[in-house]
């Protein structure tokens, strides 16, 4: 009677190792039949045909008989009228969205002594859009042109003279594609876009002309676009995609100007230039998420082996723990 509690647990163990390894195995079978998820369901195989059934073997066609020719009918003349070789079709315009009219220019004096600060619209106001626009929010994007005091000259030379600002239309700016923004050949064009041109003298001259292309500014002038509510919560409030460029006639490219963007409305983005030629403003698309694709969330036959091992072995603890208080009672 010494050895019958012994006996009897391990009796008990080895059933409860024997239902682990059970266990372990069942779990294992499972899941590699189951295979990882996210993997095409599996195919049935049909049934293979016998080998030793015969390849039907295709029999050559009997000669067909000699063609009999038949005769040639000529078509009775039409009253379709024919164009003319040089013609050529016109294809169907698609309709598109009307393009704004741009703002007439506006003109403001610059005297060298005093900071020159005002404001253009890019588009007329609309005729019915009488109330006045929220603060926060902005009806017309307008482009803002800030010249310090002194700094506009000519060879070093102080210059004066009647600043212009001109919006564009759409369809009359540069070239806008890969080819000339090679940088970044996803960008869009907002749609806006500004010439500023110079018709002054300098100190030395005696008459006024356009000095468009000699005018240079040190510290340089400020120009701004503002940024609609719109294109805002369109492009997710990323205020690093939006640039301000300037077109180089000589590069034949949209070259960036550096600056920065006020995320506060009423947003815009600024940037600084020491000379004048038309602007533009761009911005780049949101990124789209990417959709997750799902994972591999299965435990595989090495993750099921773990489990399977793992309550092997609690089973084996309990049972040795059991061992240990019977053999104390």
């Known amino acids: ?51 030793n059934t015969p390849i039907p073997v295709p029999t050559q066609p009997p000669p067909a008989p000699p063609a009999i020719p038949t005769p040639t009918l000529t078509p009775a003349p039409t009253s379709t009228p024919i164009p003319p070789a040089d013609a050529t ?91 000339t923004i090679p940088d970044k050949p996803t960008l869009q064009f907002t749609g806006r876009s500004v010439e500023i041109d110079v018709f002054g003298l300098t100190a030395t001259s005696g008459d006024a002309s356009d000095i468009t292309g000699d005018v240079r500014f040190n510290p340089p002038l400020e120009i701004g676009f503002d940024i609609t509510d719109e294109e805002w919560e369109a492009n997710d409030g990323i205020a690093g995609s939006y640039e301000v460029r300037y077109f180089s006639v000589q590069e034949n490219r949209w070259v960036a100007l550096a600056g920065e963007v006020d995320p506060f409305p009423p947003r815009r983005v600024t940037a600084k230039t020491t000379h004048l030629t038309s602007f533009a403003l ?18 595989g036959i090495g993750g099921a082996g773990l489990i399977g091992l793992f309550g092997a072995t609690l089973i084996i603890v309990g049972f040795y723990v059991r061992r240990k208080a019977a053999a104390r009672i």
Do not use: H
């Open 1 to 51: 009677m010494r050895y019958g509690p012994l006996i009897s647990n391990r009796r008990v163990l080895l059933f409860g190792v024997a239902s682990a390894l059970l266990l372990l195995t069942l779990v294992t079978i499972q899941v590699a039949l189951a295979g990882p998820s996210g993997s095409p369901s599996a195919t049935t195989v049909g049934t293979l045909p016998p080998t």
């Open 89 to 179: 079709e016109t294809p169907t315009p698609l309709p598109t969205a009307p393009e704004p009219d741009p703002a007439p220019p506006v003109t403001e004096a610059y005297t060298w002594f005093e900071l020159t600060a005002f404001e253009v619209p890019v588009f007329e106001p609309e005729p019915e859009a009488t109330a006045e626009p929220a603060p926060e929010a902005t009806a017309i994007p307008s482009v803002a042109l800030k010249v310090p005091a002194r700094s506009m000259n000519i060879g070093g030379q102080p210059a004066s003279g009647q600043i212009t600002v001109k919006p564009v239309k759409a369809s009359e700016v540069a070239d806008v594609s890969s080819s």
């Open 282 to 299: 761009f911005v780049a698309s949101a990124p789209v998420p990417e959709a997750p694709d799902g994972g591999d969330y299965s435990l």
